[in-house]
């Protein structure tokens, strides 16, 4: 897809515009209130995780861009109980729109978003790192899981 910008959140809308296009084919059951207030916690929560998975990349001055060469290695905030925290709020960011178009079958896009995030960005990621890095990126990779 020549052309095409290659980012995660750019994904992350390819996939929640897949997930409306489907809501809106086979329309299903919004459900209750609580359904919608919970579809925009999860989004809310997801935003949180990124905005605060961000700032380490900042305060640490390495390129937040998943194609660019790590300049340091973060380990600590959300780094420490995941290797991909932004990722990991894509995800729940949608499920939560999932939720609030009320279409469960749209719930199968899940899993081949976690597939494309992994092939497309966390195996080259973890490369890297392993590449910048060596011994110390080992260590960090064997110790904290890629996603939970």
């Given at each position: 897809?020549?052309?095409?910008?290659?980012?995660?959140?750019?994904?992350?809308?390819?996939?929640?515009?897949?997930?409306?296009?489907?809501?809106?084919?086979?329309?299903?059951?919004?459900?209750?209130?609580?359904?919608?207030?919970?579809?925009?916690?999860?989004?809310?929560?997801?935003?949180?995780?990124?905005?605060?998975?961000?700032?380490?990349?900042?305060?640490?001055?390495?390129?937040?861009?998943?194609?660019?060469?790590?300049?340091?290695?973060?380990?600590?905030?959300?780094?420490?109980?995941?290797?991909?925290?932004?990722?990991?709020?894509?995800?729940?960011?949608?499920?939560?729109s999932?939720?609030?178009?009320?279409q469960?079958?749209?719930?199968?896009?899940?899993?081949?978003?976690?597939?494309?995030?992994?092939?497309?960005?966390?195996?080259?990621e973890?490369?890297?790192?392993?590449?910048?890095?060596?011994?110390?990126?080992?260590?960090?990779?064997?110790?904290?899981?890629?996603?939970?």
């Open positions: 897809m020549k052309g095409f910008p290659d980012l995660p959140p750019v994904w992350l809308v390819v996939f929640m515009a897949i997930n409306w296009g489907l809501a809106r084919a086979i329309p299903g059951n919004p459900g209750s209130r609580f359904f919608e207030y919970f579809s925009w916690g999860l989004i809310g929560f997801g935003l949180v995780i990124i905005l605060w998975s961000a700032t380490y990349f900042w305060t640490h001055e390495t390129s937040i861009e998943p194609h660019h060469t790590p300049k340091n290695l973060i380990a600590k905030g959300p780094y420490k109980l995941t290797r991909n925290p932004i990722y990991l709020a894509m995800v729940i960011i949608l499920i939560g999932i939720i609030a178009n009320g469960p079958l749209a719930l199968i896009l899940v899993p081949f978003f976690i597939g494309l995030m992994t092939q497309r960005f966390i195996i080259p973890e490369n890297a790192l392993k590449e910048v890095f060596g011994p110390q990126a080992e260590r960090y990779l064997k110790r904290t899981r890629r996603w939970l």
